[in-house]
């Protein structure tokens, strides 16, 4: 049997609108993928040019960009402030297809992230406070206690961590890949004119 993905290049071939296409293929990888299927690498890049990357949970995909949540003091989030240009790649490998997108990241309004926060589990919210991500960790009973001292310090509602932040990349470059037999991949992508408007090119694979 061919793979799924073989089938649909129409569809790739068709597309005007790379954000509705990638809406369709990732309602399909919310079905078929193992688990994950929000997970992106996110890329980011320090103002003198050395890049680093790590997988983040898209939290939504709406006319802004690409949104996702974390620290705004780890690794990222000061890369993000000092260089606020960072790339993403799903992967999504049931579907043999890969998205690559460029943009610029700007914060998400405050109450947005903090209807986010209140929506996490409390351990999660918890967790937030006693992680000061990317920085050095001794032990992780140190870790634990730390839990245990923020747990005792909100008993009721937790507030939101000044640091635990949002940003959404507003995309200007899409890319969609898919696989195709003997790596004669389909490539296409798609440059912002502004306005919801795209220039669409093939690439050699
Ligand atoms: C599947 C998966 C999902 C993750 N989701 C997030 C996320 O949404 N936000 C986040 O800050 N880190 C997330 N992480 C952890 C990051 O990959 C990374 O370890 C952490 O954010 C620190 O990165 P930094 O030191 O480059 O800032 C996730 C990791 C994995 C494997």
Redesign the pocket.
């Known amino acids: 049997m061919e793979p799924a993905a073989n089938q649909d290049s129409a569809q790739l071939e068709a597309a005007q609108d790379p954000l509705a296409l990638f809406d369709d293929w990732f309602a399909l990888a919310k079905t078929t993928e193992l688990n994950?299927p929000n997970?992106m690498s996110l890329a980011t890049c320090t103002p003198d040019g050395t890049p680093?990357v790590?997988?983040?949970?898209m939290k939504g995909r709406d006319p802004r960009g690409f949104s996702?949540?974390?620290?705004g003091q780890?690794?990222?989030?000061g890369e993000l402030h000092a260089n606020p240009r960072a790339a993403l790649c799903f992967h999504w490998k049931s579907l043999q297809r890969q998205v690559r997108v460029e943009g610029t990241v700007t914060e998400l309004p405050p109450a947005e992230v903090d209807a986010y926060f209140h929506r996490r589990h409390r351990m999660s919210q918890i967790g937030a406070w006693a992680s000061q991500?990317?920085r050095p960790l001794a032990t992780r009973d140190d870790l634990i206690a730390l839990t245990r001292q923020y747990e005792a310090e909100f008993p009721g509602e937790i507030p939101r961590p000044p640091y635990w932040t949002g940003f959404v990349l507003a995309p200007q470059r899409i890319e969609l890949w898919q696989e195709r037999d003997f790596r004669l991949h389909d490539r296409f992508v798609f440059t912002a004119n502004g306005e919801g408007s795209w220039t669409k090119q093939r690439l050699f694979p």
């Open positions: 994950d997970a680093s790590r997988i983040v949970l996702f949540v974390t620290n780890s690794r990222k989030g991500q990317s």
